[in-house]
């Protein structure tokens, strides 16, 4: 039997190639999973409840932001092809970020068997289904609460750092980077910011994954605040 969330109840799940995880809030309470295999979906009590709200993110790599005076639906697949590499057959999907008045443009086909079975059992209080969307719009759509100028989120999976900052509400950068392990994701971050002409010192990063403890202290050598979101 399903259950309707209570009022602001909110779960956040992010799917990735090793599996997934998800984060439950409300206003009394914050819960996160962990990293959990695929075969636990049926059998996690949060995942066969309403919410007021669902997101559902897909850590995949192929995606482009493209203004959206240059964004044409006919050449979605061909503007993803001039900076991701796709494989024939793979799914072109496009979501607007009017906040930035730019169109995303994305292949979930990475994690789009286990995104969508999630997208069915998860649903909306008024039975709705939440669309997957790249970790890269979530990414952008946290941007804007980061009360800092500089805003820095970042997520890093399966070998993948995933990158946006802004200055106010101005949009500096949003790319994903092939990062093997985290001192390579840490290299795209610093090169990125040196490019930008941004100081780590007196700069906070956020995280939409976890990170260790090693991980974290490592970031607090150079910035001035580490935060997971």
Not at 23 to 28: A, G, L, R
Not at 108 to 122: H, K, P, Q, T, Y
Not at 151 to 180: T, V
Request: hydrophobic fraction near 40%; glycine fraction near 4%; charged fraction near 20%.
């Amino acid at each position: 039997m399903q259950e309707t969330g209570n009022n602001d109840n909110t779960i956040s799940i992010q799917v990735s190639l090793s599996g997934y995880a998800f984060k439950v809030q409300s206003s009394t309470l914050v819960h996160f999973s962990g990293w959990m295999s695929a075969d636990r979906i049926f059998t996690s009590p949060e995942l066969q409840k309403r919410y007021d709200e669902v997101r559902l993110s897909v850590f995949t790599p192929k995606c482009a932001l493209v203004p959206s005076d240059f964004f044409s639906k006919v050449n979605a697949r061909h503007l993803l092809e001039a900076s991701a590499a796709l494989q024939e057959g793979d799914p072109v999907s496009e979501v607007e970020v009017p906040d930035y008045n730019a169109v995303l443009v994305y292949s979930n086909a990475i994690g789009e068997s286990l995104s969508r079975v999630l997208s069915d059992m998860v649903l909306n209080a008024d039975g709705s289904k939440s669309r997957p969307l790249p970790e890269l719009y979530w990414i952008l759509d946290s941007l804007k609460s980061v009360s800092e100028y500089n805003k820095i989120i970042a997520s890093y999976m399966d070998g993948y750092l995933y990158l946006a900052i802004a200055q106010g509400k101005s949009l500096l950068l949003c790319n994903s980077f092939e990062s093997p392990d985290f001192t390579t994701a840490l290299y795209h971050i610093f090169r990125s910011m040196k490019r930008l002409q941004l100081n780590p010192e007196v700069s906070s990063i956020s995280f939409r994954t976890p990170l260790s403890e090693d991980q974290k202290m490592l970031l607090y050598n150079y910035f001035k605040d580490v935060e997971e979101i």
